[in-house]
């Protein structure tokens, strides 16, 4: 069961490891990101940065996508972690169980535009978050579980 998916730039760190999987209960965290998968040192980091009770799997987007759909993870309280907006557009796009996607922080780039404390946006994620929101998905923009939803329209 998919209880969050979250966008974080940071991927795993104290926030997600502890008030998210703690606020949602989850007991494991699906990273799904296409650059990690190929980094030793930083699946260590993010695995180490855990508490030992919630399983850690980091998967490409591609491959979360496929273990989500075929049933695999519905064993778990699952909270997926992706970087950017546009893995989490990929994953809402492909599991259709995906209704409501939290906006923690995404950092400024050349060409972004703030669109609260920690999101920073292209003209083509937003343009993304535009159409997730149109067909019905559920954005909120909260960086802790104690902050108050911020919903994104």
Request: positive net charge; charged residues 25%; glycine residues 6%.
């Amino acid at each position: 069961m998919i209880k969050l998916v979250r966008v974080d730039h940071r991927l795993i760190h104290g926030q997600v490891a502890l008030s998210w999987t703690n606020s949602i209960k989850a007991d494991c965290i699906l990273v799904a990101n296409d650059t990690v998968v190929t980094d030793p040192l930083q699946k260590a980091t993010l695995k180490m940065a855990c508490p030992h009770n919630i399983k850690v799997v980091i998967k490409t987007v591609e491959d979360s996508i496929k273990a989500i759909n075929s049933g695999k993870t519905d064993k778990y309280k699952l909270f997926i972690v992706v970087g950017s907006i546009g893995d989490a557009y990929q994953l809402i796009k492909e599991v259709p169980e995906i209704t409501r996607l939290n906006l923690g922080g995404t950092k400024a780039r050349e060409g972004t535009k703030n669109i609260s404390k920690a999101i920073n946006v292209l003209p083509d994620e937003e343009k993304q978050l535009k159409e997730l929101a149109a067909s019905g998905i559920n954005l909120e923009i909260q960086q802790v579980p104690t902050d108050t939803v911020i919903n994104y329209k």
